[in-house]
């Protein structure tokens, strides 16, 4: 069992920056990537960012140029650091942490609301 919990949501102008966190606990030798994930109402969750335990990071092409994805293995955290925010952006933001075994597990979600 992986437990994740992540911080950081709230209000931000359009055009603003957050970061995002997510420490993860548990069998933490097991994971194999951790990354970002994101869901609207009604739709479907969609990849944000990922990173491997290696480094190796991959992003989805609209955060693309203006987000980043890190992480300290030291405190088992990731950071997603969100920049040039837009409206579009609005969005409850999950941890994700996927084993060596192809099982995931899901924090319990951070909401992201980009707002004037």
């Known amino acids: 069992q992986v437990q994740l919990v992540e911080s950081g949501g709230g209000l931000v102008q359009p055009g603003g920056s957050l970061r995002l966190s997510c420490a993860a606990s548990?069998?933490?030798?097991?994971?194999?990537?951790m990354g970002w994930y994101r869901q609207a109402p009604g739709k479907e969750r969609e990849l944000v960012a990922t990173?491997?335990?290696?480094?190796?990071?991959n992003y989805a092409d609209s955060v693309k140029g203006r987000s980043t994805i890190s992480r300290d293995n030291a405190k088992n955290t990731v950071f997603l650091q969100m920049n040039s925010l837009k409206p579009d952006d609005t969005d409850v933001y999950y941890c994700n942490a996927k084993m060596i075994t192809g099982v995931n597990y899901w924090g319990q979600g951070t909401l992201v609301t980009v707002s004037a």
């Open positions: 990173i491997t335990t290696g480094g190796t990071s």
């Open positions: 548990g069998r933490i030798f097991s994971i194999n990537a």
